[in-house]
């Protein structure tokens, strides 16, 4: 697996939603590596470990004012989604399908004013 070139987060230089930006890169970089791997959606708990084992840079969610990793996939829906796997919560690539959806059934749709 061919590594990303290292680039250091300096939070004094990056404002927080690039920080965003440059984390929702190197998991997009993740995700893909375990693609190619064959392997399936990844476990939100073991997001930090692989993203540092991969990209060796560190994953600085305080940086990019995210709590935990589902707040930063949540600030990605048409790069990445929060699914269901082996009772565990996980991290893909969004789906078509899962972006359909999310524009259609918009909660501020009210079905009954029709």
């Given at each position: 697996i061919p590594r990303a070139p290292y680039v250091?987060?300096?939070?004094?230089?990056?404002?927080?939603?690039?920080?965003?930006?440059?984390l929702a890169n190197g998991l997009r970089l993740v995700l893909r590596a375990r693609g190619d791997a064959g392997k399936g959606?990844?476990?939100?708990?073991?997001v930090q470990n692989?993203?540092?084992?991969?990209?060796?840079?560190?994953?600085?969610?305080?940086?990019?004012?995210?709590s935990d990793v589902r707040d930063l996939v949540q600030k990605w829906p048409e790069m990445f989604e929060v699914v269901i796997c082996d009772s565990?919560?996980?991290?893909?690539?969004?789906?078509?399908?899962?972006?359909s959806f999310r524009s259609f059934s918009s909660p501020t749709t009210d079905r009954n004013s029709v």
């Open positions: 250091p987060i300096a939070s004094a230089t990056l404002d927080a939603s690039q920080v965003s930006e440059v959606p990844l476990d939100l708990t073991k692989e993203f540092v084992n991969q990209l060796k840079v560190p994953f600085n969610l305080a940086a990019a004012h995210c565990r919560c996980a991290v893909q690539f969004s789906t078509p399908t899962s972006r």
